[in-house]
């Protein structure tokens, strides 16, 4: 994997304790890891050090999260969004604004591990 290639995991998320389980999970893969509890600290992260992939939570404590998907897209981040809504409304207007996939919360941790594997492991170049 080339070194320009970023590889790590951004996990947007208001709740410590998520990003905290999130972070023994993925460590433990041997993928970095790093958390941001909100837009403007997703925002101030992304411009320093884009992530592979983002675990993006939609209800933050200064916005809505669907406003980070296009300048996450644009620093070449592919996002993935996790709500506790299984509303389809919501899936398809996370989808729409350029999202490889929306989870519902709680997601099972082996299925969040194999697919974000898949999803950097299919990352374009």
């Known amino acids: 994997m080339p ?4 590889s790590h995991i951004l ?5 410590q304790l998520v990003i905290d389980a999130l972070t023994i999970v993925f460590d433990a893969s041997g993928r970095r890891v790093v958390g941001a ?3 403007a600290e997703a925002l101030a992260m992304t411009d320093t050090d884009p992530a592979a992939l983002v675990l993006l939570d939609l209800g ?5 999260g669907l406003s980070l998907i296009g300048p996450l897209r644009g620093a070449g981040c592919m996002v993935v969004a996790l709500t506790g809504d ?3 409304g919501k899936r398809q207007r996370c989808l729409d604004a350029g999202c490889l996939d929306v989870l519902v919360k709680p997601v099972a ?3 969040l591990m194999s697919l974000a594997e898949q999803w950097i492991d299919r990352r374009p170049d």
């Open 3 to 6: 070194a320009s290639r970023p």
């Open 11 to 15: 996990i947007v998320e208001d709740n």
């Open 37 to 39: 509890r909100s837009i």
């Open 60 to 64: 933050l404590p200064d916005g809505d």
């Open 86 to 88: 299984d509303d389809p």
């Open 109 to 111: 941790v082996k299925k």
